[in-house]
């Protein structure tokens, strides 16, 4: 079955890397994917016993920022080493992690690729963030002996069908696994019918709950120089939302001149086809990497964010926000980091991937969530004439994530057990 699963994971990476090359999502590093380490990094590696963190993109970074903190304590012995696999999420654990952790590139799950990493890395535990499943690594972990855990875990409604698919494969690489921290009893329902033993599958929640809040960088609260502006926040935007988003925004600013549009893309390539699609509506655009005291906007223009790591902080300074992927493309992103600040948040239908997150904030009546581009806009627009409203909405946000805190602790606990 490996022999097998080489060769079609060799045919999927001779067709993908290309398309990394083309649309330029290689970045240095990369050959370490393939088991191809400098001779300066691998003294780093075995400078300490260590555990292994795989975190694939920046969604998972962000999620396991605060939780390796705290792995930390739990085991100062040891090194932390993340791999990432993404070229933004590997940048951002850079910028992230620098001081409490390597990191490195995740392996491509060629079966020597796997094995090399595993022999050098030479973990006493694997942590995977939210389900992500290899079967050659898994497989190689679980001749050494090593312990394997997924915190956080989810399985979205496309995942699982594909999943089910395969189940009958699928069942001995699940059984290599010794915890399950699982974020809901859907999810932990989801990994036992697919057979994962349940003994070892757990409810622990959502660590996203327990990330508590960095503090604001001062930089970006400087730019809202003039009191009177309110800044609206639109938050991992997909195509076809920001032109959603602009039609609202004419309307909003004719009876609300004070109300500043920010739009931050979750793909910052698209940095420049926003910028052109905000030129089409007839207003300014401004890249947020040029926005300063000395560069202000006219009351037209429209911020488009053009760096990463920088959405929580804007979320710091919103007064509305918009979560974005959730109108067009669907699954859905974070809504607790701007439920953290306390603000208004506005969601579209389709947010397949948080649903259990999203439930909880509408049953604390926490959040708005609209069916379609007309309620859209008539949401936003009563939020932006209607402050009270916003306070209410951020006040019962807040108190959502007071009562859904707890997951850390609770993975750890299930942790405990695996380190020798």
């Known amino acids: 079955m490996f022999l097998l699963y080489d060769l079609v994971f060799l045919l999927y990476a001779l067709i993908y890397l290309p398309y990394l090359l083309i649309t330029r999502r290689l970045y240095l590093g990369f050959g370490m994917r393939f088991g191809l ?21 920046v969604g998972e970074v962000m999620v396991i920022d605060g939780f390796i903190d705290h792995l930390r304590k739990s085991y100062p012995a040891y090194q932390i080493i993340i791999t990432v696999t993404t070229k933004t999420g590997y940048a951002l654990a850079q910028e992230r992690l620098n001081g409490k952790a390597l990191v490195l590139p995740s392996p491509i799950d060629f079966s020597f690729v796997a094995g090399s990493f595993v022999s050098l890395i030479n973990p006493k535990m694997y942590i995977v963030v939210e389900t992500e499943i290899w079967p050659n690594l898994y497989r190689k972990l679980y001749l050494k002996k090593v312990p394997i855990a997924v915190i956080n875990g989810r399985i979205s409604d496309t995942s699982f069908g594909r999943y089910k698919a395969i189940r009958a494969l699928l069942k001995g690489i699940l059984a290599q696994v010794s915890v399950w921290c699982m974020q809901s009893p859907r ?30 960088d001062t930089s970006i609260s400087d730019l809202v120089s003039n009191k009177e502006e309110l800044w609206w926040v639109a938050g991992s935007t997909h195509p076809g939302e920001e032109d959603i988003l602009l039609d609202a925004y004419d309307k909003v600013i004719k009876d609300n001149p004070h109300w500043r549009l920010i739009i931050v893309p979750r793909h910052i390539e698209r940095a420049g086809q926003v910028m052109e699609l905000v030129a089409r509506h007839g207003r300014k655009a401004v890249k947020f990497s040029e926005l300063n005291k000395e560069i202000r906007y006219s009351e037209n223009a429209v911020v488009v964010v053009d760096t990463i790591g920088q959405l929580r902080s804007l979320y710091g300074i919103a007064s509305m926000v918009f ?3 959730s109108l067009c493309v669907g699954g859905g992103q974070n809504v607790i980091e701007p439920a953290y ?7 579209g239908p389709r947010v397949e991937n948080f649903r259990d997150v ?43 994530i007071t009562a859904n805190q707890g997951a850390t602790r609770r993975s750890l606990e299930r942790l405990a057990g695996l380190l020798k």
């Open 323 to 325: 979560v974005g992927k």
């Open 37 to 57: 380490f400098s001779p300066t990094i691998k003294p780093k590696i075995k400078a300490k016993a260590n555990i292994w963190v795989h975190a694939v993109s």
């Open 187 to 216: 999810d932990a329902d989801r990994i036992r019918e697919l057979g994962a033993e349940a003994s070892r599958v757990f409810v622990t929640g959502n660590v996203k709950f327990d990330d508590l809040p960095k503090p604001l």
């Open 341 to 347: 600040y306390g603000k208004a948040i506005v969601i």
């Open 358 to 400: 999203v439930a909880c904030f509408k049953e604390g009546q926490g959040i708005v969530q609209v069916q379609d581009a007309h309620a859209f806009e008539i949401a936003v627009r009563e939020l932006c004439a209607d402050d009270l409203k916003r306070k209410t909405l951020g006040d019962a946000a807040v108190a959502v």
